[in-house]
């Protein structure tokens, strides 16, 4: 089984890859785009840091709350507000990695 910083990789190309996806579609006039490719790069940071596995942990659970809130707030935003700044793949992208995250978190083992 795939430890905490395995995830930490596989989410930095989940997030990259949407963040690059939305700047194809949407250019990157879009802050989702920008959004999504620092969180990535944060992911890469933790992925390849070498810093200890209760240090990874956190860092990866803390990013995934930090992910869902701002997920959370950008869809209900758009909700509530009348400018149409939703983009559905981008955002359902977020709030999996962000459940993810936190999940693995609490799950995964150490390396």
């Given at each position: ?107 995964l083992p150490g390396r």
């Amino acid at each position: 089984m795939p430890g905490i910083t395995a995830y930490a990789r596989i989410a930095r190309v989940a997030l990259l890859a949407a963040a690059a996806a939305g700047a194809a579609l949407f250019g990157w006039g879009a802050a989702a785009s920008f959004y999504h490719a620092s969180v990535g790069l944060l992911f890469l940071y933790v992925g390849v840091s070498g810093l200890d596995g209760a240090t990874v942990r956190r860092m990866i659970g803390g990013l995934g709350v930090f992910v869902v809130v701002v997920t959370a707030v950008v869809i209900l935003a758009s909700w509530l507000s009348p400018l149409q700044y939703l983009h559905g793949p981008i955002e359902v992208t977020g709030l999996i990695v962000g459940v993810a995250s936190i999940l693995a978190a609490r799950y995964l083992p150490g390396r």
